[in-house]
C-alpha cells in the first residue's frame, strides 16, 4: 500500500479546557485513529516539530505523547520515511474501520435521490472492462508519439506562465481554439473561426452542454435508432424526450423522423459515420434534413467523432458546412485521434448561441485543463498532429483488413458484416435469433470485448449484432479476437 504523505492527518480535537493533560489527549487520539482505522499501519504522520506546529501548541507534549506510542509499538520510525504508524499493531488493538465509517442506520427518513439518475442508468456492461479487441472507440495507444507529446507537456509544465495557472476562460485557451478553427475548415469544410470554438471535456459535455443551453425538460428530440447512447444520456441529464428515428442505408430516415416527432426542438445525428451502423447520410437527406430544421426552427447536433479515418472514397464535408440558416451545432472530440482520457473535445457554435454555450460550460466545470490545452495547440500546429492521424490512417485500414479477413476465414458466414468504409470500428449481424447480449457476455469472459448492437437501439431490434472495434488492437489480438468469438457463437 503507497504510503500517505505526512502532511495528511484526520482533525486532531484537544480541548485546552478539559484538565486532562495535552500529551495524554494527543497519545490518545492517536490510539483511537490507528484503532478505528482512520490512520492505517505504514502511514507516515507529521514531524513533532509541524504537528505542533499545526495545533498551535507547545512542542513538548508532542514529543512526550510520540514518546509514549513509541514505547507502546504504536508507531515506529524509518530511515528516509520518518515516523509512521507501526506496520505490526499490537494484536487486538487494530480493529479496520468499519465501526467508525460506516453509515448509520437509517432514522427512518426518506434518503432521496433524484429520478434523474434511475432515467440515466444502464445495465452492468461487462465488455466495456477489456482494453483490447474489439474494444471500441480505442486508439492504438502504443503507436501513440508519447516522447513528443510529453516534451511538449514538459514545455508548458516548465516555468508556466501565470496565465496558465490561473482561471482560464471558458471558451477555451485561444491558441488551440484558432488551431481548431484552421483544422476544421480545411479538413472538414466546417464554417468557423476561432470565436465559435468551445473547448469541452470531451464530446460527451458537447452533447451536455448542447442539451442544456438548447432544451427545456420534456423537449422531443430524434435521436438516431439505432444510435450513441453516451449522446442519449447526455440529452437525458437535460430532460429531453427522445424520439427514435430509424436509420436506412441513406442515414437518418427524415421522412419518419417528421412523421414521430414534427414538434422536436432538435436532432442528434452523426451523419459522416453513422454510429452504429456505419451508413454515411446521404446529400439529399442532408438537404431534406437542413431545409426542415430551417423551416420549424429546430437545431441540428452533429456529432463529427471519427470523420479523419475514411478507407475509400473522397471525404465528405460536415453537414454544418452545407447549413445555410446557423441550425447546425458542431461538436468534435480528440479521443480518438489522441487518447481518451485526454478528455478534451470542443463545440463549433453558431455565433448567436456562443454566449448561452458559454455560460453553461461555466456553469458545469468552468474551463478545461490550460495545460493540456496548450500542449495540444502546439501538437497540431507544429504539424504532429496531422503526421500522427496520417500514420493511424494507414494502421487502421491494415487491421481493418485484418479483422475482415478473420472473419472471412473463421466465421463460416455467421456474420454479416457492414459500415466498413470508415472509422475504427465496423458493425457485425449476427442471425435472427441469436441473443448478442448474452454473446458479449460471453466473449468478456474471454477478455474479448464485443460491444452488443440491441443495447444501442430504443426497443429490441429483430436482429442483433456485435460492434467490434479493430483500431486499438494488434493484427495477432484480433485474429486471436476472432477466433475467441466463434468459439463463443
Ligand atoms: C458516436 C460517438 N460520439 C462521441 C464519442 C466520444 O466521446 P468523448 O469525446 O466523450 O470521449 C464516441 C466515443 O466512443 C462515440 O462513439
Redesign the pocket.
Known sequence: MKRLSAGFLPPVALDAASGVPMYDQLSEWFRRAIMDGRLRPGQRVPSTRSLAKELDISRIPVLSAYEQLYAEGYLETFVGAGTCVARAIPGEAFAPAQRTTQPKKSQGAPRRISRRVAALKTAPQTWADNQGAFR??LPALDHFPSTAWSKLLHRHARNPPIGHMVYGSPMGYLPLREAIAEYLSTVRAVRCDASQVLITT????GLQICAHALLEAKDGVWMEDPG?P??RQALRTAGAEIVPVPVDDEGLNVDAGIRLGKNARAIYI?PSHQ?PLGVTMSAARRMQLLSWAARTGAWIIE?D?DSEYRFGGRPLASLQGMDADDRVIYVG?F??VMF?AL?V?YIVAPKDLIEAFATVRDAFDTFSSTLYQAALADFITEGQFARHIRRMRALYLERRTALLDAIDQHMDGKLEVIGTHAGMQLTALLARGVDDVALSIKTAKLGVSTRPLSICYAKPPKRGGVILGYSGASVAEIRDGVRKLRSCL
Open positions: 471500441i472507440g470531451g464530446s460527451q459535455q450513441y453516451g449522446a452523426s454510429f456529432d467523432y472530440t479521443s480518438k481518451p478528455r473535445g
